[in-house]
């Protein structure tokens, strides 16, 4: 009994290890404010929007969702923060709404994407008036900490959507051992019990399966696609 409780205590420490790595908590507890100030704290001292939306774990994602656009269709698509335009520019679709939180990071988009008409680019407070068949979440549900952001992003999401909803995320429950402004959430249980009009048509496992010591290039996140009933 002693050498299982050493061992699981092993492995606890290997997976705290591991999830430090992935997110390392640069944000402490102590001066964590909110999730929104975090973000714009980081765009705004030139961060951007993580290893998930760069190299080829955007190629991956882009690789996934352009060939749903194309086979389904979709004239337009919604995103939910939307980010500094990085996995933007792999994806092909005929018309993007992105939405943030971030007025810097929008601007920034606007920015660089001035000469493309199909891409247009409003705050958080401007979903309401929008609609689509398909609307996105890429990596940022684990990064709402706070439980009343994280209900209203989700029903902003499904919300949205006229047909599709598609999450790329982890779907585990928080063990306390993140960084402050990471908050993984087991977000299936939530769409079930709140989002009936909803169902989980597919899940694809993730090409580059977390692996330790490359977390640059690998990931926990999945693709969760729902269809409207």
């Known amino acids: 009994m002693k050498e299982d409780s050493k061992s699981e205590s092993g492995l606890k420490s290997i997976a705290r290890s591991i999830k430090h790595k992935i997110f390392p908590p640069k944000t ?12 714009n704290d980081r765009y705004e001292t030139g961060g951007n929007s993580g290893a998930g939306s760069y190299s080829n774990l955007a190629e991956f994602k882009a690789e996934i969702l352009n060939e ?35 007025d810097f990071i929008l601007n920034k988009c606007r920015e660089k994407f001035k000469g493309d008409a199909s891409k247009e680019f409003y705050q958080m ?65 939530w769409v079930e019990a709140n989002q009936t009009g909803f169902i989980l048509q597919e899940k694809i496992p993730n090409k580059f399966q977390f692996t330790e010591g490359d977390e640059e290039s690998t990931s926990f996140a999945d693709f969760y696609i729902y269809k409207k009933k």
């Open 125 to 189: 407070n401007e979903i309401e008036s929008h609609s689509a068949p398909l609307s996105l979440s890429l990596d940022v549900i684990y990064h709402l900490v706070e439980d009343s952001v994280f209900e209203i992003y989700m029903n902003q999401l499904f919300n949205c959507s006229t047909s599709f909803v598609i999450i790329y995320a982890s779907n585990e429950k928080d063990d306390g051992t993140f960084a402050a402004h990471v908050k993984p959430r087991k977000f299936t249980d």
């Open 28 to 39: 402490t507890k102590k001066n964590f404010t909110t999730s929104e100030d975090y973000w």
């Open 68 to 102: 749903f656009v194309k086979k389904n269709e979709i004239e337009t698509v919604i995103e939910l923060g939307s980010g500094d335009g990085n996995q933007l520019e792999y994806f092909n679709f005929p018309k993007y709404l992105g939405f943030d939180i971030s």
